[in-house]
């Protein structure tokens, strides 16, 4: 009897290590299963673009303002040392200012430690984006015909000096920022359009020349969250978008909360 009962366990144990046991016995996946694995890493994987895209245009955008606040640090330090008076914003052509040590752009980086315009440009090759530049956001789209030319001078602008803000002013003469009304909402410096395309061609200032050391909202960058980057009177710098920055009176540049021409009429 022992015997018997032994061999009819040791046949039930052997039969039971021969039968895989149902938990194990399921190989692989369905298709089900992997058409759902493929579509919730998907969503995972176009949560991650938007996410990156996201990122790297607010980061785009912070070194842009962190541009326009050296330019207000600099604008400051300047006024201090020139009897309240912003640095000469020029004229129309670029030669015409390139050898004058009061112009803006020859006036301005050597207070943050950097060259001036003139010695960047002659050697006939100014910084273009995305070469690292006060005088440039690196994330500007550059045009076929940069370089500009004024005469023999090269030149490329992605910020530039509010050409309303003296434009009460007589001749050659300078704004003091004691004399403006609202320093914290008077653009002094802009950041500018560098390709067309920022805007749609619908738009009235789609055709506007770039080509420009000091411009207006005409050429208003729209390449930051829908727009670009000021700085102000007082030195501040901020985030405007298209629509606040721009105005399409032809005599009445100023907004309640952004001034363009600080003599003229306000709103």
């Not at 992997?34 to 990156?52: H, I, N, P």
């Not at 009235?204 to 050429?219: G, T």
Request: proline share 7%.
């Amino acid at each position: 009897m022992k015997t018997n009962a032994y061999v009819s366990i040791k046949r039930r144990g052997s039969d039971c290590a021969a039968r895989p046991s149902r938990r194990y016995a399921r190989q692989g996946f369905t298709l089900v299963e992997l058409l759902a694995v493929f579509a919730v890493l998907s969503v995972l994987s176009t949560m991650l673009t938007v996410v990156v895209r996201n990122a790297m245009t607010s980061a785009r955008a912070a070194r842009s303002m962190s541009n326009l606040r050296q330019w207000g640090i600099a604008a400051n330090m300047y006024v201090a040392d020139h009897d309240d008076m912003f640095p000469w914003d020029g004229e129309d052509s670029v030669a015409a200012c390139i050898n004058i040590p009061k112009w803006w752009a020859n006036a301005l980086p050597p207070y943050l430690g950097l060259a001036g315009y003139r010695e960047l440009a002659e050697h006939g090759h100014p910084p273009l984006p995305p070469s690292s530049s006060i005088f440039l956001d690196r994330s500007a789209r550059v045009p076929t015909d940069a370089p500009y030319r004024s005469g023999s001078v090269p030149f490329f602008f992605c910020y530039v000096p509010n050409s309303k803000l003296n434009s009460d002013m007589p001749r050659n003469r300078r704004i003091t920022v004691s004399s403006i009304p609202r320093p914290s909402v008077t653009a002094f410096m802009v950041e500018m359009r560098t390709h067309r395309d920022e805007l749609p061609q619908t738009s009235p200032f789609y055709r506007k020349s770039l080509d420009r050391a000091k411009a207006d909202w005409k050429r208003f960058a729209n390449r930051h969250k829908q727009g670009g980057h000021i700085t102000f009177a007082d030195g501040h710098a901020e985030h405007v978008t298209q629509e606040k920055a721009t105005t399409q009176n032809n005599g009445d540049y100023n907004q309640p909360d952004l001034v363009w021409n600080p003599l003229g009429e306000a709103r």
